[in-house]
């Protein structure tokens, strides 16, 4: 795999985690670069995270009306305003995905 090729995946694998499970388990003919590697592990860890990260934030309504058992007004008033949460939490982690992402495709080393 030719350098700009690996730039590329390890560009891609910041926004769509998944693809970088080939280079984590060396699936290809041709071993990758160290700093292929380091990229495709920490791309996979940030997916993960932000995965959780959102699925905990947009959770949250849930877990407080099972909880605290909210009558519909404050229900009407809490679900907008997670919705509002929710949009900002996206927001925070396309920021830092697109910025790993834009780091990668000029090869620099992975610093997040």
């Not at 730039?7 to 292929?36: H, I, K, M, N």
């Not at 949250?60 to 909210?70: A, E, F, K, R």
Request: proline share 4%; charged share 15%.
């Amino acid at each position: 795999m030719s350098e700009e090729e690996e730039r590329q995946t390890a560009a891609l694998s910041y926004l769509f985690f998944p693809l970088a499970l080939p280079v984590l388990l060396d699936t290809g003919s041709e071993p990758r670069s160290a700093w292929a590697r380091a990229h495709a592990r920490h791309a996979f860890c940030f997916g993960l995270l932000a995965c959780c990260l959102l699925a905990g934030i947009a959770l949250i309504p849930l877990v407080l009306v099972v909880s605290i058992g909210l009558d519909v007004q404050s229900i009407l008033l809490l679900y907008p305003i997670s919705f509002v949460v929710d949009l900002v939490a996206v927001g925070v982690v396309l920021w830092y995905g697109i910025r790993a992402a834009r780091g990668a495709a000029r090869g620099e080393v992975s610093r997040y």
